[in-house]
């Protein structure tokens, strides 16, 4: 493989780039065919956030018994060895399911990476290894992220009886700094080019696609600026990796939905969808709704936010995307007789059911 070459006044100006400038890789301006090669055939329903010691055969079940195909699988990096991962992959396939990808759930957002710290080096060879033994295991695709989190939570609105999770801007900027200095667009822009720049070779000889969560919530805040904020910076961050198709981006509904967009009005998120998919950039669909865009927001039900999801479905068709859709932080059902597990397989029918819906809409047969 040819080694990328980076411009020193690039990376010095990155936060000033626009999708106008010359990409920074030699592949830059690649054409790839619309969806991806990669992953599933298709929408298929998924699951995320799924733990080392959820893979037994009850919840196997319950996930057959759902329609679900591809998994999610988080593990620590204490167990994040090449025969850990072969061992999760085989029980999953042993079940009749599919692992989508595994991800390192304590330093998937590392901190050290994303603000250049002294461990930078060795949190980046580190999770090197990690891709590396990814490839070797026939995992395909891992998450990332680039400092998100944060300053959600004070308080509880209720969503048709349920618990939601709730942002308010001003409380969020009342929250002191997590630092002692602060950090800006350009630095965190630089910290994620030396990033690409050291770690996509690497994916790339393993095989692995590196997928891309945004912020959430989107707005820089608690002294750190929080970049991947708007649809145009995944658009930036795909340019600086020079539209390669192991780069991708992990589409939260529910974090574009937040984001203000250029007009303060909310994003448009479709033609994000109809940008990044057509050039098969979109991996995994995070589905979720909220209430409206920023400042403040609270979480919903897909069906009673302010996003048409059958429109964002349909759009995700129409781009041929290749990929699992999953319900991402379902509102807690209380006092009722709902069991732990009734919202989240209330949303797995709504995927199905919109999935269907649009696949009759477009004439297509997907099974």
Not at 128 to 152: M, S, V
Not at 201 to 227: C, F, K, S, Y
Not at 343 to 356: C, D, M, N, R, V
Request: with cysteine; aromatic share 10%.
């Amino acid at each position: 493989m040819k080694r990328r070459t980076f411009s020193r006044s690039l990376l010095s100006s990155l936060g000033l780039l626009t999708l106008g400038d010359s990409a920074l890789f030699a592949h830059a301006g690649k054409k790839y065919l619309p969806g991806n090669e990669w992953s599933a055939r298709g929408r298929r329903l998924g699951i995320s956030h799924q733990r080392p010691g959820e893979l037994n055969e009850k919840h196997f079940n319950y996930l057959r018994q759902m329609g679900v195909e591809y998994l999610e699988i988080r593990i620590p990096s204490e167990q994040a060895s090449f025969d850990t991962l072969k061992t999760i992959k085989a029980r999953v396939e042993d079940a009749g399911l599919n692992v989508f990808e595994i991800m390192l759930s304590d330093k998937y957002n590392c901190k050290d990476i994303a603000l250049g710290t002294g461990r930078r080096k060795e949190e980046m060879k580190f999770f090197h290894n990690f891709l590396r033994d990814l490839g070797k295991a026939g995992i395909d695709t891992t998450t990332y992220a680039w400092h998100t989190g944060g300053a959600y939570n004070p308080g509880t609105p209720m969503v048709r009886g349920c618990q939601a999770r709730l942002f308010e801007l001003e409380e969020a900027r009342k929250m002191p700094n997590l630092y002692d200095r602060t950090y800006s667009d350009a630095e965190m822009w630089d910290n994620y080019a030396y990033f690409i720049k050291h770690t996509l070779p690497v994916a790339e000889d393993a095989g692995v696609r590196l997928q891309l969560h945004p912020n959430d919530p989107p707005v820089t805040h608690q002294g750190v600026a929080r970049i991947f904020r708007s649809m145009d910076a995944f658009r930036q961050a795909m340019e600086i990796a020079g539209h390669s198709p192991m780069s991708g981006i992990l589409l939260c509904t529910g974090t574009c939905g937040e984001m203000t967009g250029p007009d303060g009005k909310g994003e448009d998120i479709l033609k994000g969808i109809h940008d990044l998919g057509s050039r098969g950039h979109i991996y995994q669909v995070h589905f979720r709704n909220v209430s409206s865009p920023m400042p403040d927001f609270y979480e919903t039900m897909p069906d009673n936010g302010y996003m048409n999801m059958y429109r964002i479905m349909k759009a995700l068709a129409e781009v041929n995307f290749n990929g699992m859709v999953v319900p991402d932080h379902v509102p807690r059902m209380v006092d009722s007789e709902a069991c732990e597990l009734a919202g989240e397989a209330y949303i797995f029918g709504y995927i199905k059911a919109l999935i269907q819906a649009v696949d009759t809409e477009l004439g297509s047969d997907q099974v």
